[in-house]
């Protein structure tokens, strides 16, 4: 969501921290804003509302510069988009900060700093943090034991970063809840949200932990834990190759990252397999010992990643046979829960950083799981750090906030999941052989799908004038549906639900008239029959069908009823298939309808707050 950059060097940094920006704008925002420490040791502000372009035009017009300095983008929480709003904020002159995170108690802290003589601004939390630092600056602490204060007095999650006029070389951070990295470069230092944001500097690179605290000078870092010890945090060097967020022949980073899936989830696949056997080791040291022990499984995501995990409950409970539940990590995280002995925790997040999946693995109580895996497409993410087991899909970078080649790869990495646990309750090597020769047939079959592009797109006209859509599916295909739902309604904004078919007339079926579109996932499974006696349900009360079929399914089109013809496939392969044709159904009615798809309103391509 919100993204920080921050800079203390030997050289002039306002474009690395624009950069930085730059490079942290898939994450969503609604406003971006820079400040540095200048010549005279003033601070040195711009903010703007909207693009970080809209903050270079502006610091093009008006330059400001300084070798110390923090910046940030801003996903509106408390408080609407505005210039007053947006951070850096600013106490007495002298010290600026940025945050990301929510402060839970900032309506009393507000009415004390209020009592103090301090005026506010803005209608954020985070100034109240910036005031609070400013006494105690004022009252004699260094900026560190000053920071270390104030973060003893915040509840709830936040990352934060400062700059002091009166330690003009000096950044100070702290971290609880919202992820916060160190750069550390040769005479500079850097900290940012996200590790990309600074990999156009350093390539090594510290994670902080929960409750730390770091000062960071052109020539020094030290970093303080919860408890206030002094302590050093292993630096990481990342050999990996710089991704470049680069548009290509597309119009936009979806339909570029759509296009992308055959590659990325062959490369997954392959990352898995030793010849044509899969290892286990793919998902960490210490596998097999723990999928020996497996006798249940509990699956927590959001969003995307929580219709990933809805599909994998199907190939769980067939193959593996153990009982497999699902749940949204927002709601798991605050029941009292009764787990099956020897259950194994699966969180799933595209950014590894999701607030609500890694306060779940967080709130796991000692003894109450098996083991912790988790799935994920950043390494070095926090929820890689702190599982037992990790499988690092090969998505690549995403940089469209609605997630595609994220979900896909997710679901290539339950599949595996599936057969490793399959191993040890029936899936024998011959039936195994068999399901990973079928998953090598998918990236051609993916081909064939998106040779689908043109009359997808001549369908996609049909809804943009539409308000609701209905979209159906029968077993694992339900959450195909939901999925498709899900990216119709983020960045089209036609609101759009999924419903298991046989639901329709258990409540559903009273919304059908013409002008509530009906999306149908239609394969050839053992399903069909039964799915088509509800979508007659659908015609028979003036309802417009729109069907993504298997070839060999039988559907034709007519009155009511727009078939798309889906390449015939093995039943394993079906919700890949299947989600992508949903997936270009959404791109071309937001393209058509003129919405911004690759950064849908209101939204945030990794959410890191509760």
Excluded at 116 to 128: H, L, P, Q, R
Excluded at 156 to 168: E, K, Q, R, S
Excluded at 544 to 572: R, S, W
Aim: proline residues 3%.
């Amino acid at each position: 969501m919100c993204g920080i950059v921050a800079a203390a060097a030997r050289r002039e940094v306002s474009e690395i921290l624009l950069e930085g920006l730059r490079r942290l704008e898939y994450r969503g925002y609604d406003s971006a804003g820079l400040a540095l420490i200048d010549e005279h040791d003033q601070i040195a502000l711009h903010k703007t509302i909207g693009k970080v372009a809209s903050l270079e035009a502006l610091m093009a017009e008006q330059p400001i510069q300084g070798i110390t300095g923090i910046a940030h983008t801003r996903w509106a929480t408390h408080g609407e988009p505005s210039t007053d709003n947006a951070h850096p904020h600013l106490s007495g002159g002298r010290v600026a900060l940025v945050h990301n995170g929510i402060i839970e108690n900032h309506e009393s802290l507000r009415e004390e700093m209020r009592q103090a003589g301090y005026e506010f601004s803005s209608a954020t939390d985070t100034e109240v943090i910036v005031h609070l630092l400013h006494r105690e600056l004022s009252a004699g602490e260094t900026l560190t034991r000053a920071m270390q204060s104030v973060v003893a007095r915040l509840e709830g999650a936040f990352a934060l970063a400062a700059i002091d006029t009166d330690n003009p070389a000096e950044v100070v951070a702290a971290r609880l809840g919202s992820p916060l990295v160190v750069g550390v470069g040769i005479g500079e230092n850097f900290l940012a949200s996200d590790q990309m944001a600074l990999r156009q500097v350093t390539d090594s690179f510290i994670y902080l932990e929960e409750g730390d605290v770091v000062h960071l000078t052109p020539g020094s870092l030290r970093i303080w834990d919860k408890s206030g010890a002094e302590i050093e945090r292993e630096k990481v060097r990342l050999s990996d190759k710089v991704e470049v967020a680069d548009l290509g022949q597309h119009d936009h980073f979806m339909i570029k990252e759509i296009f992308e899936q055959p590659a990325a989830l062959s490369a997954t696949f392959q990352s898995a397999l030793n010849g044509s056997t899969l290892n286990e080791s793919c998902f960490g040291n210490g596998a097999t010992e723990i999928f020996d022990q497996v006798k249940a499984v509990q699956i927590v995501a959001c969003g995307t990643s929580y219709h990933s995990g809805l599909v994998a409950r199907y190939w769980l409970e067939e193959w593996a046979g153990v009982p497999c539940q699902v749940e949204v990590a927002s709601e798991f995280r605050y029941r009292k829960r009764v787990q099956h002995p020897g259950t194994l925790l699966v969180t799933v997040s595209q950014s590894g950083e999701t607030a609500d999946t890694l306060a779940a693995l967080r709130n796991a109580q000692p003894g109450e799981f098996l083991a912790s895996l988790v799935i994920a497409n950043v390494d070095n993410s926090a929820l890689v750090r702190e599982s037992d087991l990790v499988f690092l899909t090969k998505a690549g970078i995403e940089i469209g906030v609605a997630s595609t080649k994220a979900f896909t790869t997710q679901l290539a990495a339950f599949l595996l999941l599936g057969l490793v646990l399959g191993r040890r309750h029936g899936v024998d090597a011959e039936r195994e052989a068999e399901l990973l020769a079928a998953a090598r047939r998918l990236p051609a079959l993916l081909d064939r799908t998106l040779e689908l592009d043109a009359p997808i797109s001549r369908m996609a006209e049909q809804f943009t004038e539409k308000n609701h859509a209905l979209f159906l599916g029968r077993g694992i295909h339900y959450p195909i549906a939901l999925e498709g739902a899900l990216k119709l309604k983020e960045i089209s904004y036609i609101h759009a639900e999924a419903y298991p078919a046989g639901e329709l007339k258990h409540g559903p079926l009273a919304l059908v008239d013409r002008d509530m579109p009906v999306v149908a996932v239609a394969p050839n499974d053992t399903l069909l029959e039964k799915l088509k006696s509800n979508l007659e349900e659908v015609r028979s009360r003036g309802g417009e069908l729109y069907v993504f079929a298997d070839e060999e399914a039988g559907f034709k089109d007519g009155k009511q009823t727009h078939v798309l013809n889906m390449p015939a496939c093995p039943e394993i392969l079906m919700p890949f298939v299947y989600t992508i044709a949903l997936q270009l159904l959404s791109y071309h009615v937001a393209v058509q309808k003129g919405t911004d798809v690759d950064k849908p309103r209101n939204l945030a391509k990794s959410v890191t707050v509760e």
